[in-house]
């Protein structure tokens, strides 16, 4: 098992943990977290090929991370909001309740 | 200074400004009105003398002044005028007659409203005759042909409230609009081939050789020649006018009008100017003389057509018991012996009786019209009766006037122009029937007159009118002496031994013949008076009828034939059969066809569109709508299905995201997706 | 001109890394680099908790002199030995752990927090050897440590398991976070100057003298200055000092989220606190006095380590002049200076910092337009967001919970 | 080498499993904090040292925080304390569906012929990062600053916004 493939196996499981997680949990917030989880895992992925690609790059792979974080923060941001303002319409915040956006 | 002829317009427009100025003087201002007009006639009357002296400086002389009306495109509309004796005498007795009829009318309109619209209609009147008269351009004359016949209209119908009145002034107006039809047609036609209306242009004037040469030898359809056609038609407005006898039936209506009217308009100059126009075209007519190819020439229709009036006028006013309605028929038969004349080519004796009879029927009439005033307006000659002792100056002209028109010998007027006229007739070549009927028309004409003489001046009065009648006040009987002894003076102007009127009128020196000469026909027409005045006197003036009941003797001798001539030859009733019934019936089609025909196409198209409207909404409500509903259901249905598979639920979405993904990557990785 | 200095390799200079060296030399090869790192950390520890004690005291003897007062002087001579007093005090008190408390965070909070501002030393150059790590991207790891900071405070303030202190932990976190914006900002300019992110980068962009008198010090550039001043205020806000106090002050919600912490773990709490102070000086003296570099050529002799903590003990004394000096903000002055104020003067700072980098080549008389708009333009903002603070204050309006 | 990574992966790994399945809330985000350390953590051991320490700074320093302030401001009562009686087969169908996914994924990974270059990872210092950012992926960096921008200002007037009726902010 050579090291990038025991990185991608790391952050297979920790993406599937997060999805597991979203799944799992009725709390908006910890699906959310779930999300965030799926997404480093992601960038785990990036960092892991930057580390171990051949042709040694430039740091795109840093500079993708590095975007994604921002991404993800400002993602974060706008979740918790809604997730605010849902709970100020709802009182509560299961996502089982949030079923308003229906056909 | 230019010659008298550029001034010749002042003479119409003299009583055309009294018109104007009677018309806008205020109602009540009666002296202005009528003293306008006596004023414009006698200045009309001295200037036309002027004229008729510079006329006759140069007999033979058309002098003509044309100027340019308006010009249309390329061609102009010339009108002009002209001097020659001919237009220089009709001046003359037009406005003589004029004058002297405007002074009778103050006496007799004395008592009368509408004293002032009565004489700025005469002034209009005369103002047009006087335009017709003096015109050189056809045109010219149509305009004033036409206004002729609206001031006759307006003055028939003068006493509008009365409904006799204004059926007769529209009987008269419609049918003499009937004749200028044709005398339209004729001028339009010689227009579009000769090019010019004006009767003597410097050498291209219609009347002039060059015209005339070309026209003469262009054939109109069926033989006729042209000159013939145009003529014709021509004569057709001139019948019209002058009452020949296709068209004479508003003639005797017209005596509905005030009795001036009558004598001015239907007695001297309106129903002339039928008589002046062909003798003023007279080489027109008389173009198609020289082919002999022609099947007709125009001069022997006018004959024919005048010799039929003559004798028609005279046998219907023996017959007539109306004062002015015997005057209006003796009227019509002098214009068919004038006619006659023209017909059998001498339009110099035509103009020379036209003349003569202008002065003594002008007589007639205003003695009539002071009888009819003196009788408070009694017309009837049954009524009247021993006038002769109660006005004695009225019998006096009355007489000369009967004697004038019967055509005394020697000392009348009215025997030397109806000599004249015979004598012109026995020359005349193609037939002498014409001869034949003049010297009927002789004695029926002495006969008729004697019979109105006795009726009316001898014997006892018949009516209570007839007895109170005064005589007429100095200012109506003036002008009858004045035309009496224009009555007696002017036949010597034109005796054969002195034919001064005649020369003066041809143009050309005529040569005096002995008094006698052609002693024959003379002395039948001579013998055939005293036997037309010996039986109407035996008749009536013997045993003049007792009372207004008594039958009449002519009645009694023969009842059916003066029953059928009391009838006026029962003419208004063909006419009125004939013309009326076919004027209905074409009327009548013309209504079906627009009811039925027209309208129903309409109707038919209105149901059309309301059919097809009904047919839209029809298949819009039934076909589209339905269609359209359906589908739109169909789709809404197909969309609530997909929509229900959004149930909202994340954590369902993230569910099958994942397991979707699961399957697509069993497959790449079991399909052997490389 | 700027006369470049000669790199002064006398014996005091080198001496720590061969004191260090020398202690190493006994183990064998693969054993000494950790040996290495360990004996600095020791070192450090040993450096900053001496500095620690004597800082508390004098901060107590300077707040007693300012208020003319004489200060702790009974315990040793002249009050020395009184940190070691305290140090008892604090061991031998009792450490209550309220029941309902998550005893696992309630312990967790002080160690996570002391932790944290320890690791910001690691970066921090004390002199031309002294630097415990070289890392590229050293000022970044400074403030990602320091920022760790505030996850402790949260967890101390949630584990006590009252609602006093959750509510002083929220304040606190509320005045930590505000200030983390200005004080990460003002250090943009001198990076932009640097043109490195590591500190001993930075340090040596800021050697040599103009003029043979002037130390190219950041401080003495107008971008500079500014940012010196916001960095300090920011710092003072970081680590709860004076005018920002409010977390444990004894005005407000009795000691904040500390209310439930006693005797070691209030200690630790303390020492963190200090530390950040230190960490913040520290770091300050790098970014804009300089580093470890001497005020004058002519005092290059000296050793490095020497200048550093001169202008380090100057920052600390100031910090406690101004905690004597400065009374207390209340908590929407301090958010409204934070976000009203310090943030757009810090975006302003960099403008100016690219502008003065940017007309860098400018020569003679321009050198002074340069000098004027800079100045202009650090001063402006600062004088008319000040006007702008207390203008419009509508009236307080009290809504109880 | 392997074994630090091993332990940073099951470190991590370990972190969020027990994030996920903890009740309270706030437990499981300081457990995922923890897990974000651990990512940091690997990212140092890759030597990408600018993308650890940005990590720890915007998700152990700001996002936890702000996922902190969520949690509190969303906690009405203990409601949801209790396991409701739905989630138990829901835990279920989502840890078979993670295992699903991990299976597949790793089935991938481990078939895929990916070649592993020992040599030492390129080391990427921050000038040439900054080399990058500021050259080939300016635009995008400016397009991140706006994103920042309007999602933070977006979910301050979100949150900050009054809502329908604030009953328990009033009483």
């Known amino acids: ?103 | ?674 | ?401 | 080498m392997n074994t630090v990574l091993i332990l940073i992966a099951l470190a991590t790994i370990g972190a969020a499993a027990a994030a996920m399945s903890r009740p309270s809330l706030l437990n499981c985000v300081l457990l995922l904090t923890l897990s974000w350390t651990g990512i940091a953590a690997f990212y140092l051991w890759a030597g990408a040292e600018f993308a650890a320490f940005a990590q720890v700074l915007i998700y152990v320093g700001a996002i936890s925080m702000a996922v902190m302030f969520a949690v509190l401001l969303t906690r009405r009562g203990r409601r949801d304390f209790p396991p409701r009686k739905g989630s138990r087969s829901r835990a279920a169908y989502a840890v078979l569906a993670g295992a699903a996914v991990a299976g597949v994924l790793l089935a991938a990974v481990a078939r895929s012929p990916l070649a592993a270059s020992p040599a030492p990872g390129p080391a990427s210092t921050v000038r040439e990062l900054g080399g990058q950012l500021m050259g080939p992926h300016a635009a995008a960096l400016l397009v991140v600053g706006v994103l920042l921008t309007v999602a933070l200002i977006g979910a301050v007037v979100l949150a900050a916004g009054a809502g329908p009726e604030k009953p328990e902010a009033t009483r």
């Open chain 3, 1 to 401: 001109m700027s006369t470049a200095a000669t790199p002064n390799e006398s014996i005091l200079e080198r001496a720590p890394v061969l004191a260090r060296d020398w202690l190493t030399g006994f183990l064998p090869e693969p054993a000494r680099w950790l040996a290495n790192s360990l004996v600095v950390i020791v070192a450090i520890l040993l450096v900053f908790a001496t500095v620690f004690a004597a800082l508390t005291l004098a901060e107590r003897k300077i707040l007693g002199r300012v208020q003319n007062r004489p200060g702790p002087n009974r315990v040793g001579w002249f009050g020395l030995l009184q940190p070691v007093a305290d140090g008892v005090k604090m061991l031998i008190k009792e450490d209550i752990v309220p029941r309902a408390a998550n005893p696992v965070l309630h312990f967790l909070a002080p160690v996570v927090l002391l932790a944290a501002s320890i690791m910001t030393f690691a970066v921090i150059p004390y002199g031309r050897h002294l630097v415990p790590v070289e890392l590229d991207a050293a000022l970044l790891y400074f403030f990602a440590a320091g920022s760790a900071t505030e996850l402790a405070v949260f967890m101390a303030g949630w584990a006590s398991h009252n609602k006093y202190s959750l509510l002083a932990a929220m304040r606190a976190l509320a005045q930590l976070i505000s200030y983390e914006l200005p004080l990460l900002l003002s250090t943009v300019p001198v990076v932009l100057a640097a043109g490195t992110l590591s500190a001993t980068g930075i340090v040596a962009a800021q050697s040599g003298w103009k003029w043979g008198v002037v130390p190219h010090w950041l401080v003495f550039t107008p971008c500079g200055a500014a940012g010196f001043a916001i960095f300090m205020v920011s710092a003072l806000a970081e680590s709860n000092r004076s005018p920002f106090d409010l977390p444990e002050a004894e005005s407000e919600l009795i000691a904040g989220h500390l209310t439930e912490y006693s005797g070691f773990k209030y200690a630790l709490f303390f020492m963190a606190e200090y530390f950040g102070m230190c960490a913040a000086s520290g770091m300050a003296v790098t970014l804009f006095l300089g580093g470890w570099h001497a005020p004058l050529p002519v005092l290059e002799a000296v050793p490095s380590y020497v200048w550093f903590s001169a202008k380090f003990l100057a920052l600390l004394l100031g910090f406690i002049w101004i905690r004597a000096t400065m009374p207390r903000l209340r908590i929407d002055q301090l958010t409204r200076l934070a976000w009203k104020f310090m943030v757009p003067l810090a975006l302003v700072n960099i403008g100016t910092a690219a502008f003065w980098s940017l007309t860098f080549p400018w020569a003679g008389p321009l050198q002074l337009v340069r000098w004027a708009v800079a100045l202009g333009m650090a001063a402006g903002p600062f004088v008319l967001l000040g006007r702008g603070l207390s203008s419009g204050l509508g009236p307080r309006t009290y809504r109880y919970a």
């Open chain 1, 1 to 103: 098992m050579s090291p990038l493939q025991l990185c991608l196996a790391f952050s297979s499981a920790l993406f599937a943990v997060g999805l597991a997680g979203a799944l799992a949990r009725s709390n908006s917030i910890l699906v959310l977290l779930g999300i965030e989880l799926m997404l480093n895992a992601a960038n785990l992925n990036l960092i892991a090929f930057w580390r171990f690609s051949p042709h040694g790059s430039p740091a795109t792979g840093v500079v993708f991370v590095v975007f994604a974080i921002a991404v993800a923060a400002a993602e974060t941001a706008v979740g918790l909001a809604l997730v605010i303002s849902i709970y100020r319409h709802q009182q509560d915040i299961r996502l089982e309740e949030a079923t308003r956006l229906k056909g």
């Open chain 2, 1 to 674: 200074m230019e010659p008298l002829v550029a001034y010749l317009w002042i003479i119409p427009a003299l009583p055309l400004a009294a018109a104007a100025v009677g018309a806008a003087a205020p109602r009540g201002s009666r002296r202005l009105a009528s003293g306008a007009a006596i004023a414009a006639m006698a200045g009309a009357l001295a200037l036309s003398s002027v004229a008729l002296k510079y006329a006759l400086a140069a007999p033979s002389a058309h002098q003509f002044c044309n100027f340019t009306w308006f010009d249309l495109g390329n061609g102009a509309v010339r009108l002009g005028w002209l001097l020659d004796p001919l237009n220089a005498f009709m001046c003359v007795m037009v406005s003589l007659v004029g004058l002297l009829i405007f002074i009778f009318s103050l006496g007799y309109m004395e008592d009368d409203e509408n004293f002032k619209r009565f004489f700025w209609l005469m002034s209009l009147f005369a103002a047009a005759m006087l335009c017709v008269v003096v015109s050189n351009s056809l045109l010219l004359l149509f305009i004033g042909w036409e206004l002729v016949g609206l001031a006759s209209y307006l003055l028939i119908g003068f006493w509008f409230h009365r409904p006799a009145a204004a059926a007769a002034a529209k009987k008269a107006f419609i049918t003499t609009r009937i004749g200028d039809l044709g005398f339209l047609l004729g001028l339009v036609w010689l227009y579009d081939t000769t090019g010019s209306l004006l009767l003597y242009d410097g050498g291209n004037g219609f009347l002039e050789a060059h015209a005339l040469g070309d026209l003469a030898t262009q054939v109109a359809a069926g033989g006729l020649a042209a000159t013939t056609a145009i003529s014709l038609l021509i004569f057709c407005g001139a019948a019209g006018k002058s009452g020949q006898f296709p068209l004479h039936v508003w003639l005797p209506d017209a005596m509905e009008g005030p009795t001036p009217v009558s004598a001015l308009i239907h007695a001297a100059t309106m129903v002339a100017a039928g008589v002046f126009l062909v003798a003023r075209v007279f080489p027109l007519f008389s173009a198609d003389q020289g082919l002999p190819a022609a099947t007709l020439h125009a001069l022997t229709v006018v004959a024919a057509i005048g010799a039929i009036t003559a004798l028609m006028g005279a046998a219907i006013a023996a017959a007539q018991s109306d004062l002015k309605r015997i005057l209006a028929f003796s009227t019509v038969s002098q214009l068919g012996y004038m006619m006659l004349a023209l017909g059998v080519g001498s339009w110099v004796a035509a103009i020379f009786h036209l003349l003569t009879h202008a002065f003594f029927k002008a007589l007639l009439f205003l003695a009539a019209g002071s009888v009819i005033h003196a009788a408070h307006h009694v017309q009837d000659i049954r009524e009247l009766g021993g006038l002769g002792a109660r006005m004695r100056t009225t019998f006096a002209t009355f007489a000369v006037g009967m004697m004038a028109l019967s055509g005394v010998p020697f000392v009348f007027s009215g025997f030397w122009s109806k000599e004249a006229i015979l004598h012109a007739a026995s020359e005349w070549g193609p037939s002498s029937l014409p001869l034949y009927a003049g010297l009927a028309g002789v004695v029926l004409t002495a006969f008729y007159m004697t019979r109105l003489l006795c009726e009316v001046f001898w014997g006892p009065p018949r009516s209570p009118a007839a007895s109170h009648a005064r005589e007429s006040p100095a200012v109506m009987t003036a002008p009858l002496v004045v035309l009496a002894a224009g009555a007696v003076g002017l036949g010597f102007l034109g005796t054969p031994a002195w034919p001064w009127l005649q020369s003066r009128l041809a143009g050309a020196e005529i040569p005096a013949r002995p008094l006698l000469d052609g002693g024959a026909l003379m002395a039948v027409s001579i013998i055939l008076v005293a036997v037309g005045l010996g039986s109407g006197w035996a008749l009536y003036g013997r045993r003049p009828r007792a009372s207004a009941a008594a039958p009449d003797p002519l009645q009694s001798a023969a009842p059916r034939l003066f029953a059928f001539l009391g009838a006026r030859m029962k003419l208004d009733e063909l006419y009125a059969a004939t013309v009326g019934r076919l004027n209905t019936f074409a009327a009548a089609l013309a209504d079906i066809l627009d009811r039925w025909v027209w309208g129903g196409a309409v109707g038919l198209l209105a149901r059309l569109g309301e059919f097809a409207g009904l047919l839209n909404r029809e298949v819009d409500e039934v076909g589209l709508n339905t269609g359209f509903d359906t589908v739109s259901e169909e789709i809404r249905r197909t969309g609530q299905a997909y929509s229900r598979a959004q149930t909202g639920e994340a954590h369902g979405y993230l569910r099958t995201l994942a397991l979707a993904f699961v399957v697509l990557a069993l497959l790449v990785l079991l399909g052997g997706g490389r």
